[in-house]
Nanobody
């Protein structure tokens, strides 16, 4: 399974970006998928995830500003980021969990896309 993320870049505070991540390879289905981020000197942290049933979970610091969605037919997960703040600057990583064996899942990670928010 390979993940290709896109949509990162430089944006002014208050602006918007939309990240996309396409999964390819031997994929029958995707369980939970979503986005994490890592800023310099910090550990990777959850931003937003969405289950196969469409249930979502957001980090408190993005609630009301970011929206995660998925297109199962395209094996793609999106992250719409609005009202961006300087502290949102980070490398954003997409993640997919695919079924593996009986009742198990395996995680795959994209290489990350840099989001820089200027204040």
């Amino acid at each position: 399974v390979q993940l290709q993320a896109s949509g990162g870049g430089l944006v002014q505070a208050g602006g918007s970006l939309r990240l996309s991540c396409v999964a390819s390879g031997s994929i029958v289905s995707i369980n939970t998928t979503g986005w994490y981020r890592q800023s310099p000197g910090k550990e990777r942290e959850l931003v937003a995830v969405i289950t196969s049933a469409g249930l979502t979970n957001y980090a408190d610091f993005v609630k009301g500003r970011f929206t995660v969605s998925r297109d199962n037919a395209k094996n793609t997960v999106y992250l719409q980021m609005n009202s961006l703040k300087a502290e949102d600057t980070a490398v954003y990583y997409c993640n997919v969990n695919v079924p593996y064996g009986l009742g198990y899942g395996m995680d795959y990670w994209g290489k990350g896309t840099l989001v820089t928010v200027s204040s």
